[in-house]
Nanobody, 115 residues
Framework: QVQLVESGGGLVQPGGSLRLSCAASRSIFTINRMGWYRQAPGKQRELVAAIRGGSSTNYADSVKGRFTIYRDNAKNTVYLQMNSLTPEDTAVYYC?????????WGQGTQVTVSS
């Protein structure tokens, strides 16, 4: 099992940046895949970015070139650096870990992009 705790959300103006953090309760080196999902009001949860054990990454088309997912194995933490934010990025962002055929989720952190 793994517990995930997100932080770093908040209110930001369009064009601004935020960095989300996801701290895991175990070594992320042992986790097959970690990722960030988001869910906007009235919409389904969608994958934003994911990173695998070999540090390969993939991104939703809507965030390519603006968001970067990376990991710090020593801190058991995965980050999502979000730049050039737009109101369409407003959502609750969830950290996800895929481990031993199970999905684990954090509690979510709200990101609001508004002037």
């Amino acid at each position: 099992q793994v517990q995930l705790v997100e932080s770093g959300g908040g209110l930001v103006q369009p064009g601004g940046s935020l960095r989300l953090s996801c701290a895991a309760s175990r070594s992320i080196f042992t986790i097959n895949r970690m990722g960030w999902y988001r869910q906007a009001p009235g919409k389904q949860r969608e994958l934003v970015a994911a990173i695998r054990g070999g540090s390969s990454t993939n991104y939703a088309d809507s965030v390519k070139g603006r968001f970067t997912i990376y990991r710090d194995n020593a801190k058991n933490t995965v980050y999502l650096q979000m730049n050039s934010l737009t109101p369409e990025d407003t959502a609750v962002y969830y950290c996800n870990a895929f481990l031993l055929l199970n999905d684990y989720w954090g509690q979510g952190t709200q990101v609001t992009v508004s002037s």
